[in-house]
């Protein structure tokens, strides 16, 4: 049998006080709890196995309350479980939430189970449901909403009540992974029928009548270090397959044993959240904080040229806002591990990070160039005040020496 698993994410930038309040002030109201028991050990296993951090993110997940979770997706009776998870990364100051949810097999078929993951990716666009009954909601406490994205933009709220932010949920991807455990090369899969898989990297409920080929250029090449597992990008995240069997599990435990007395706990992951197996999850995050980021710089830019045009900001601060967008691009230096990177340079192209950055290039020669010119305005403004004042005071010095002139007589 095969799961749906599907994890939908969004990136915000936050200062280290607006974070302070958000998870402090969210445990507080009893809304945030520390991310623990399986979930904790799981993400916690493929962050050691897989990351470096200079500061480890501060994860905290939304807290369950009797009966289900604050946040629930609903499809007429039918609820899907689900997580929210929510996390400071204090090395990038953004913030990040992660939704993950599970579509099982029903005797609908798998094709059944595709649709229902394109309308919940849809859903988490914004895409609201006009059926009230049996319609498509996300719920938060006791409120029903016509979309996830209001829950979910609702919670997000929540927590940021009172933290002045004026950022929104406005940078989001998501990846989809399909999990078997059969041990087959899933490439196989995609090769017979790319379109469902295209449908799920697209969110497109139309994929049954995308041609086949058209569906396979869109999806490219595979991305995968094991023969079990097959990756791939596109604009809007990643979509893997994952048929990681037991056979692969015992041998890594006894190869690991050898050298270092123990088996690894990353090897064993088969967790509910997709794309933590493989860490394509913590590559979407770092790439979606980067184009938070990259959009927060942009806008702050476009202010500081607008101020510097109307002569309210000094040429000073627009070089400080040029020089900080130094620290935006060292984020394209990874920390992950080489195979894993070179996922993450391939989501980087598939996402257009790459336009933006060129975009931030061009802003900041044209706030190089316009600071350029306000600096020779203000020189030239001076060394024209100094020269009127030169010649002001030469003309009192002559008037005053022909007075002394006139007064010895």
């Given at each position: 049998?095969?799961?749906?698993?599907?994890?939908?994410?969004?990136?915000?930038?936050?200062?280290?006080?607006?974070?302070?309040?958000?998870?402090d002030?969210?445990?507080?109201?009893?809304?945030?709890?520390?991310?623990?028991?399986?979930?904790?050990?799981?993400?916690?296993?493929a962050?050691?196995?897989?990351?470096?951090?200079?500061?480890?993110?501060?994860?905290?997940?939304?807290r369950k309350?009797?009966?289900?979770?604050?946040?629930?997706?609903?499809?007429?009776?039918?609820?899907?479980?689900?997580?929210?998870?929510?996390?400071?990364?204090?090395?990038?100051?953004?913030?990040?939430?992660?939704?993950?949810?599970?579509?099982?097999?029903?005797?609908?078929g798998?094709?059944?189970?595709?649709?229902?993951?394109?309308a919940?990716?849809?859903?988490?666009?914004?895409?609201?449901?006009?059926?009230?009954?049996?319609?498509?909601?996300?719920?938060?406490?006791?409120?029903?909403?016509?979309?996830?994205?209001?829950?979910?933009?609702?919670?997000?709220?929540?927590?940021?009540?009172?933290?002045?932010?004026?950022e929104g949920?406005?940078?989001?991807?998501?990846?989809?992974?399909?999990?078997?455990?059969?041990?087959?090369?899933?490439?196989?899969?995609?090769a017979?029928?790319?379109?469902p898989?295209?449908?799920?990297?697209?969110?497109?409920?139309?994929?049954?009548f995308?041609?086949?080929?058209?569906?396979?250029?869109?999806?490219g090449?595979?991305?995968?270090?094991r023969?079990?597992?097959?990756a791939?990008?596109?604009?809007?995240?990643i979509?893997?397959?994952?048929?990681?069997?037991?056979?692969?599990?015992?041998?890594?435990?006894?190869?690991?044993?050898?050298?270092?007395g123990?088996?690894?706990?990353?090897?064993?992951?088969?967790?509910?959240?997709?794309?933590?197996?493989?860490?394509?999850l913590?590559?979407?995050?770092?790439?979606?904080?980067?184009?938070?980021?990259?959009?927060?710089?942009?806008?702050?830019?476009?202010?500081?040229?607008?101020?510097?045009?109307?002569?309210?900001?000094?040429?000073n601060?627009?070089?400080?806002?040029?020089?900080?967008?130094?620290?935006?691009?060292?984020?394209?230096?990874?920390?992950?591990?080489?195979?894993?990177?070179?996922?993450?340079?391939?989501?980087?192209?598939?996402?257009?990070?790459e336009?933006?950055?060129a975009?931030?290039?061009?802003?900041?020669?044209?706030?190089?160039?316009?600071?350029?010119?306000?600096?020779?305005?203000?020189?030239?403004?001076?060394?024209?005040?100094?020269?009127?004042v030169?010649?002001?005071?030469?003309?009192?010095?002559?008037?005053?020496?022909?007075?002394?002139?006139?007064?010895?007589l």
């Amino acid at each position: 049998m095969t799961a749906v698993l599907l994890t939908f994410a969004w990136a915000v930038p936050l200062s280290e006080r607006e974070a302070e309040k958000v998870l402090d002030g969210g445990r507080d109201r009893g809304r945030l709890v520390h991310l623990d028991g399986k979930l904790g050990e799981e993400w916690t296993a493929a962050e050691n196995f897989l990351a470096s951090y200079s500061e480890p993110p501060r994860r905290r997940v939304l807290r369950k309350r009797t009966g289900g979770s604050r946040l629930s997706i609903r499809i007429g009776a039918v609820s899907l479980p689900c997580e929210l998870v929510v996390t400071w990364h204090p090395a990038y100051h953004a913030m990040t939430l992660i939704l993950a949810t599970t579509i099982t097999g029903g005797a609908a078929g798998p094709a059944a189970e595709f649709d229902l993951a394109i309308a919940v990716l849809q859903s988490l666009q914004g895409r609201e449901t006009a059926n009230e009954e049996n319609g498509l909601h996300g719920g938060y406490g006791e409120k029903s909403f016509p979309s996830l994205l209001k829950a979910v933009t609702h919670i997000f709220e929540d927590l940021t009540k009172g933290c002045g932010l004026t950022e929104g949920l406005s940078r989001k991807g998501w990846c989809v992974e399909l999990r078997s455990h059969d041990g087959h090369p899933p490439a196989q899969r995609v090769a017979a029928d790319p379109r469902p898989f295209y449908g799920l990297a697209t969110s497109d409920e139309g994929w049954r009548f995308v041609p086949r080929e058209v569906a396979r250029d869109a999806l490219g090449p595979s991305w995968g270090t094991r023969s079990f597992v097959s990756a791939y990008t596109m604009a809007g995240g990643i979509v893997c397959l994952n048929s990681k069997d037991s056979d692969y599990v015992e041998h890594q435990d006894e190869l690991m044993r050898g050298p270092f007395g123990a088996a690894e706990p990353y090897f064993g992951i088969d967790s509910d959240v997709g794309g933590l197996d493989h860490g394509m999850l913590f590559i979407l995050e770092r790439v979606l904080i980067r184009m938070a980021l990259a959009d927060q710089w942009l806008r702050t830019a476009q202010r500081e040229m607008r101020a510097l045009t109307e002569e309210k900001k000094s040429p000073n601060r627009t070089r400080l806002l040029r020089g900080s967008l130094d620290d935006i691009l060292e984020m394209l230096h990874s920390v992950l591990p080489p195979e894993i990177d070179s996922l993450e340079r391939r989501l980087v192209t598939s996402m257009g990070v790459e336009r933006i950055i060129a975009q931030l290039d061009r802003q900041a020669e044209a706030m190089d160039e316009e600071t350029r010119y306000a600096y020779e305005s203000t020189v030239s403004a001076r060394v024209t005040r100094l020269t009127v004042v030169t010649v002001v005071l030469t003309v009192v010095t002559i008037v005053l020496g022909v007075l002394q002139v006139l007064v010895s007589l």
